[in-house]
Every structure is written in structure tokens, then in C-alpha cells.
């Protein structure tokens, strides 16, 4: 199917290797933080979620940092797989209300 | 999770006619929203899909452009009217977790194209 990822930044790593993709949000008074991956021809599909009483937090395979300092967010992959490759959006809401997408980036998983 | 099905999956339509696009929920919800994806880009919200009154729209947005309707906890309809080349998109509706907590969940997507 067409990729919903045609202008967006990419990241590539090998299999087996770790990802890192980060995201800058915009509004400080952001108190929820989502990580979504998109694959082609399919809705985003829910990764891990942050609050912003917390700087990290781990799910399977994946962790999620926020640095409310400089407003970043950012998510690592671990042992990353073939499967993995999508476009992964980050989103932000206050009061987990209306959320605000970043721009998204596409990995790209190398065999 | 909320099991959300849209139809149609796709449709390529006339300029100047208009699509309606449902949206059915397994469960019942609370809050349901409507998200446009262009090619290549993020997701925007278009409006906030609320029951028994009139949907919330984001800043660019208009309700005789994109009138929703939300009949009950389960369904919401979103029409792309009088459409445009420009319309040609992916809209999605999602839905907010029961439990008191804010994970969204999102629909397949319906993929619209405007010729």
C-alpha cells in the first residue's frame, strides 16, 4: 500500500541493533505524552504512553524518556526487528484531551 | 482496547460530491474524535465527536464542511462534503480508553481520494 511516510525524516539501523527516535513537543503545559506506530495502510497503533510526573518508562522492548526541561521525548527500541519498520509518531496532550502530533519518523529496520 | 472499524476503506470520488465515513466501536465510549492524515504527513484533528450535542471543531475546520454526527456511544459518522482534490486524505477516527485514562486508540483509517 502507499506509505503515509513519503516526506518524512528516516532512520535506519540494522537488525538486532537499538533505535532511538526523538521528538521535540511544543507546549509546556503538556501533561501526556503517546508514542504511536503507523504502518502502511493501517491506523497508528498505540506503543506507550508517559505522564509528566515521570521521566522514563518501559514496556516491552521499548522505553520512553521525556526531558521536560528541553521538551523532548523520545523512544528506544531494543533489539530492533524487521517488524518494527513503520512510521513512529509521537503526541502530546493537556489533561489527555486533544492530542497534538509531531511531524513522525520513518524506520527503516535492515536484515 | 476498543476494537474500531471505519467504512469504506477507500473510495475515490468525484470533485464536488460528498463521503460519508463511519466509524463503529465494539464498546461503548465516551469521547470519539475525527483525524485527518494528508500524504506524507502527521495526523491533524478535525473535530471532537460528541454525543447528544454538536462535535467540537479544531481552528480550520468547519461543520458544513465536515459534519459529524454521533448518534450514540458506539457510532460516529464524519461527511467530507462539496469535495476537493485538496481533501483527498486519510481520515481516521479514534477513541479515548474507558478507566479514566487517555490512551487513544485509532481506527484502520479511510483513504480518500478526490479526482
Given amino acids: 500500500g502507499e506509505s503515509v511516510g ?10 538486532g541493533d537499538n533505535s532511538i527516535i526523538n521528538c521535540a513537543y511544543s507546549n509546556s503545559a503538556s501533561d501526556y505524552f503517546i508514542w504511536y506506530k503507523q504502518e502502511s ?11 509528566s ?6 514496556g516491552q522492548r521499548v522505553t520512553v524518556l521525556l526531558n521536560k526541561t528541553v521538551k523532548h521525548l523520545s523512544l528506544q527500541i531494543a533489539a530492533t526487528q524487521p517488524g518494527d519498520s513503520a512510521v513512529y ?6 489533561y489527555g484531551n486533544k492530542l497534538v502530533f509531531g511531524a513522525g519518523t520513518i524506520l527503516r529496520v535492515k536484515s | 482496547s476498543a476494537v474500531i ?7 475515490i470520488c468525484q470533485r464536488g460530491t460528498s463521503l460519508t465515513i463511519q466509524c463503529q466501536v465494539d464498546s461503548q465510549v465516551t469521547m470519539m474524535f475525527w483525524y485527518r ?11 471532537t465527536a460528541n ?8 481552528s480550520g475546520f468547519v461543520i458544513d464542511k465536515f459534519p459529524i454526527s454521533r448518534p450514540n456511544l458506539t457510532f460516529s459518522t464524519l461527511t467530507v462534503s462539496n469535495m476537493s482534490p485538496e ?8 477513541v479515548l480508553s474507558g478507566g479514566g485514562l487517555y490512551e487513544q486508540y485509532f481506527g484502520p483509517g479511510t483513504r480518500l481520494t478526490v479526482t
Fill in chain 2, 37 to 47: 492524515q494528508q500524504p506524507g504527513q502527521s495526523l491533524t484533528l478535525i473535530a
Fill in chain 1, 89 to 94: 509518531f509521537c503526541a502530546e496532550s493537556e
Fill in chain 2, 5 to 11: 472499524s471505519q467504512k469504506p476503506s477507500r473510495d
Fill in chain 2, 51 to 58: 454525543q447528544g450535542s454538536e462535535a467540537t471543531y479544531e
Fill in chain 1, 41 to 51: 495502510g493501517k491506523g497508528p497503533q498505540f506503543i506507550i504512553d508517559i505522564r
Fill in chain 2, 87 to 94: 481533501d483527498s486524505s486519510i481520515y481516521l477516527c479514534s
Fill in chain 1, 53 to 58: 510526573n515521570m521521566d522514563k518508562r518501559q
Fill in chain 1, 6 to 15: 513519503l516526506h518524512l525524516p528516516t532512520l535506519s539501523v540494522q537488525e
